[in-house]
């Protein structure tokens, strides 16, 4: 597998001549899985072209690892297929259920957060680890609702699960910022629950503020509370690869790197503070 740090960003179609052609500095790209598992064809030329120069991630939308209906092994299989091809640093999904009865509802519907809910997480997520032969990395998704059967709050879920299964995580501080102004929880509460040595990546992104809730939109660029949240986690977990997903309203490329380009420096100084306290 590909080692994997420093600083990245999601590869969009949008961008794919930009990479090509002028190689802008970008520590490594995180790609969507299920755009490429059709084998042949002008997605995978793209892939395989880009891939020569920039190391790669592998994240996905359609495990529903959270879902009663059984893993769809056709699925894992085109997975595994693609793993082979990328050779990612590591391969991610959602903390989340997709659909029901063979029915995709298309959307990262979040878990309850029980017991019995954790149990068939861990289970399930063993599963999929032994059939790729590797760590799962799972992120947590944003949430709008809260269950009435929830016997824990969620970061104490994602932190056992990591811990019983071994699994990576994927922390979306965004996400984590999203969720707790629509539940009214103290986001650092959750950054502090998380298993250093278990978060393999970062995710930061935009989202639409509507007052009194957020919806998770990744439209728009890293909201200021956002980036004082990540700080927060820097300083709480120490380095983790960090990335920014842009997935509509998706600006030219160069618009990107310089918002990157503040992300590297917001980490750069948390982390010559920690030197210095270290």
Same mark, same amino acid.
């Given at each position: 597998m590909t080692k994997i740090d420093g600083?990245? #960003?999601?590869?969009?179609?949008?961008?794919?001549?930009?990479?090509?052609?002028?190689?802008? +500095?970008?520590? @490594?790209?995180?790609?969507?899985?299920?755009?490429?598992?059709?084998?042949?064809? +002008?997605?995978?030329?793209?892939? *395989? &072209?880009?891939? +020569? *120069?920039?190391?790669?991630?592998?994240h996905g939308v359609s495990l529903s690892i959270g879902s009663t209906d059984a893993l769809d092994m056709t699925y894992l299989q085109q997975l595994k297929t693609l793993i082979e091809r990328?050779?990612?640093? @590591?391969?991610? *999904?959602?903390?989340? @259920?997709?659909?029901?009865?063979?029915?995709?509802?298309? *959307?990262?519907?979040?878990?309850?957060? &029980? /017991? /019995?809910?954790?149990?068939?997480?861990? /289970?399930?997520?063993?599963?999929?680890?032994?059939? #790729?032969?590797?760590?799962?990395?799972?992120?947590?998704?944003?949430?709008?609702?809260?269950?009435?059967?929830?016997?824990?709050?969620? @970061?104490?879920?994602? /932190?056992?699960?990591?811990?019983?299964?071994?699994?990576?995580?994927?922390?979306?501080?965004?996400?984590?910022?999203?969720?707790?102004?629509?539940?009214?929880?103290?986001?650092?509460?959750?950054?502090?629950?998380m298993p250093a040595a278990q978060v393999r990546q970062i995710h930061l992104a935009g989202h639409e503020d509507h007052g009194d809730y957020i919806i998770d939109t990744h439209d728009h660029p890293i909201a200021e509370p956002v980036f004082e949240l990540y700080r927060y986690t820097l300083q709480q977990l120490g380095w983790v690869p960090t990335m920014i997903e842009r997935d509509d309203h998706i600006p030219p490329l160069a618009e990107l790197l310089m918002e990157l380009n503040c992300v590297r420096q917001i980490a750069g100084t948390v982390m010559e503070q920690r030197g210095k306290v270290a």
């Open positions: 600083f990245g #960003l999601g590869l969009r179609p949008a961008h794919y001549a930009d990479f090509i052609e002028h190689r802008p +500095r970008v520590d @490594w790209l995180e790609i969507i899985s299920e755009n490429y598992l059709i084998p042949g064809g +002008r997605p995978l030329h793209f892939l *395989d &072209t880009i891939r +020569r *120069d920039y190391p790669m991630v592998m990328v050779q990612p640093g @590591w391969v991610s *999904d959602h903390l989340c @259920w997709t659909g029901v009865d063979a029915t995709n509802l298309h *959307d990262l519907l979040p878990m309850p957060n &029980t /017991a /019995a809910a954790l149990d068939h997480l861990v /289970a399930r997520v063993q599963q999929v680890q032994e059939f #790729l032969g590797q760590q799962l990395v799972l992120e947590n998704a944003s949430s709008y609702v809260a269950f009435s059967a929830d016997e824990m709050p969620e @970061w104490e879920l994602v /932190a056992t699960l990591a811990k019983r299964s071994g699994c990576g995580l994927l922390l979306d501080v965004n996400n984590v910022y999203v969720s707790a102004v629509n539940h009214g929880f103290d986001p650092r509460t959750y950054i502090d629950a």
